[in-house]
């Protein structure tokens, strides 16, 4: 059960040169995403300073530099 997470992330996976599949146990339009409200995010919802605290600096800053990266791609 995929949804619009797994249909983006097939996508960008594909973009990057890779054969991708992408199943799905439900029909399309049958789980979350029929109610989704549209709302973009570009990080979770805990702030960079407890991503640091919880898996350290580097990887912190990493992980919302890429979510930054990805809402700019958009």
């Known amino acids: ?16 040169g890779l054969n991708v599949v992408l199943i799905d146990k ?16 570009y990080s979770n919802d805990k702030t960079l300073t407890s991503l640091i605290h919880s898996i350290g600096e580097e990887a912190g800053t990493r992980h919302v530099q890429l979510c930054l990266d990805a809402i700019r791609h958009f």
């Open 1 to 16: 059960m995929f949804g619009s997470s797994g249909a983006h992330c097939a996508y960008f996976l594909a973009e990057t």
């Open 26 to 41: 439900q029909d399309i339009s049958e789980g979350s995403t029929v109610a989704y409200t549209g709302l973009l995010q």
